[in-house]
C-alpha cells in the first residue's frame, strides 16, 4: 500500500474512531473496529472506491454493529452488568462537539441509554444526530430504506428525550459543585452531601472490579454515605493503591468529575451529572481495565494543582 493510501485513511481515523465509540460505548472495542477496518482497507482495490470516506463509513458502522450482535457481547452487556468506557475532554475519539446534539450523543448517560436499543437504531441514531448523515446516506451504509431510516431515528429520539438525555453543562457551575461535592464527602456530614442530591438522585460504581455485579443506589442518604464511605482513609485502601492519591477537577464525556490521581496515573472517578445546581447521577469507575484510556491520556497532560488528597 502507497504512502498516499495510508495516509488517506490516517485522515479519517479520528472520526471512524469516534463513530465506533459512540457505537459500541468501548474505546478498546473502537480501537480494535477500527484496525479491522483499516485491514479491509488494505485488502480493497482502493482505487475503484469512488469515496472513500463513505466506504468506511460504512465499514466501520457494521463492524461495530456485528459486535453488538455477537453472543460475546450480548453476554457482557447484559442489563445492569454494563457501563461505558469514559473519556477525558480533548481526547479525538470524542469526535464532533460543534452541536448540542453530538456533545449529548458521547454523554455517559446517552451511551447508557443507547445501550438498550437495537442495534440498527442505535446506528441511525449516531449517524444523524453525531455525524448530520442524511437519511439517503444512512439508508445506503446500513442497506435499510430511507423510510425505515427515518423511523428507526424518530424511535431513538423519542427513547432519550423520554429518558432525559443530558442537559448542556455550565463550565463554572460544574467546577463549584465539584469542589463542593469534594469538601462535603471530606467533610464527614451526611447532610451536606445529601443537599447536593437531587431528591431521586441515582448512583451506580464498577466497585473497581471486585464485585461481580454493578453497585447501584436510588436513596440520598445511601449515595451519600457510600461517596463518604469512599472518602474515609484505612491503610488497606492506601496499600491497594499504593499510597495517597490526589484528587483533581476535570471533565469527563462532556460531565464534571471528581478525578482520583497517585503517581501520573488514575485510580478511580467519581462523574456527576448534573440537573440544574444539583447532582442527578453518580458513576464511579475505578476497575483498571474500564479506565486504560483516561490513563493514557492523563498521563500525555500536565495537570494543576489538586483540590486536596483523598486520604
Known amino acids: ?17 469516534s463513530l465506533a465509540y459512540r457505537l459500541l460505548g468501548s474505546a478498546a472495542d473502537a480501537e480494535d473496529v477500527v484496525q479491522d477496518a483499516f485491514l479491509r482497507w488494505q485488502a480493497a482495490d482502493v482505487g475503484r472506491i469512488e469515496v472513500p470516506e463513505a466506504w468506511l463509513t460504512k465499514i466501520v458502522t457494521n463492524l461495530s454493529l456485528d459486535r453488538l450482535r ?26 464532533p462537539a460543534d452541536t448540542a446534539e453530538q456533545r449529548e450523543s458521547v454523554s455517559l448517560a446517552v451511551l447508557t441509554l443507547l445501550e ?18 442524511s437519511h439517503a446516506e444512512i439508508a ?19 427513547h432519550v428525550t423520554r429518558q432525559g438525555g443530558t442537559a448542556e453543562v455550565d463550565r463554572a457551575l460544574a467546577q463549584r459543585v465539584v469542589e463542593a461535592f469534594v469538601e462535603a464527602a471530606a467533610s464527614g456530614r451526611t447532610e451536606r452531601l445529601v443537599a447536593l442530591l437531587t431528591d431521586d438522585a441515582t448512583a451506580v460504581s464498577d466497585g ?37 492519591p490526589a484528587i483533581h477537577t476535570g471533565m469527563v464525556n462532556g460531565s464534571p468529575a471528581m478525578i482520583a490521581a497517585l503517581d501520573g496515573r488514575v485510580v478511580g472517578m467519581l462523574i456527576l451529572e448534573l440537573r440544574g445546581d444539583k447532582i442527578a447521577a453518580v458513576r464511579g469507575m475505578a476497575f483498571p481495565a474500564r479506565i486504560g484510556r483516561v490513563n493514557e491520556e492523563w498521563g500525555r497532560r500536565e495537570h494543576g494543582e489538586p483540590l486536596r488528597e483523598l486520604w
Open 1 to 17: 500500500m502507497d504512502t498516499a493510501t495510508v495516509e488517506r485513511f490516517e485522515a479519517n481515523r479520528d472520526r471512524l474512531a
Open 140 to 158: 445506503e451504509i446500513l442497506d435499510i430504506t430511507e423510510s425505515a431510516s427515518q423511523q428507526h431515528a424518530l424511535r431513538a429520539r423519542r
Open 70 to 95: 455477537s453472543a460475546q457481547a450480548r453476554r457482557e452487556r447484559a442489563v445492569g452488568d454494563w457501563l461505558p468506557e469514559p473519556l477525558l475532554e480533548g481526547d479525538p475519539m470524542l469526535g
Open 208 to 244: 473497581a472490579g471486585l464485585a461481580e455485579k454493578l453497585v447501584r443506589l436510588s436513596v440520598p442518604e445511601r449515595i451519600a454515605a457510600a461517596v463518604q464511605a469512599a472518602f474515609r482513609p484505612t491503610p488497606t485502601k492506601r496499600r491497594l493503591v499504593g499510597g495517597t
Open 116 to 133: 438498550r436499543l437495537p442495534p440498527v437504531e442505535r446506528a441511525v441514531y449516531v449517524l444523524r444526530e453525531a455525524f448530520s448523515h
